[in-house]
Nanobody, 123 residues
Framework: QVQLVESGGGLVQAGGSLRLSCVVS????????MGWFRQVPGKEREFVAA????????VYLDSVKGRFTVSRDNAKNTAYLQMNSLKPDDTAAYYC????????????????WGQGTQVTVSS
């Protein structure tokens, strides 16, 4: 069984930064592409960013390009989402997920996901 545990969320003022982490256990981490998603109550989960198995390819939601950076450290079984210049519209629960390809993650098809971490950006 693969487990994902997110951390790093919190309350931050607009313009501030946070770094989310996602630790994966239960299977070889480099097997998976990693994705980050977010969800606001009453809305569908939204794709935010993804990174390929060895980090050579990254993709982003247009509204976070230039502000968010996804990365991974396969030796630590950990993926990261560095979020800079945060805006109130970024407020959401953030989830990490894994699957075989970035394309599947972008389509919202993922094999495993974490419990989420809340990010709140105040204006």
């Amino acid at each position: 069984q693969v487990q994902l545990v997110e951390s790093g969320g919190g309350l931050v003022q607009a313009g501030g930064s946070l770094r989310l982490s996602c630790v994966v256990s239960g299977r070889t981490f480099s097997t998976y592409a990693m994705g980050w998603f977010r969800q606001v109550p009453g809305k569908e989960r939204e794709f935010v960013a993804a990174i390929s198995q060895y980090g050579s390819i990254t993709v982003y939601l247009d509204s976070v390009k230039g502000r968010f950076t996804v990365s991974r450290d396969n030796a630590k079984n950990t993926a990261y989402l560095q979020m800079n210049s945060l805006k109130p519209d970024d407020t959401a629960a953030y989830y990490c997920a894994v699957d075989s390809t970035i394309a599947r993650l972008q389509m919202g098809e993922y094999s495993y996901w974490g419990q989420g971490t809340q990010v709140t950006v105040s204006s």
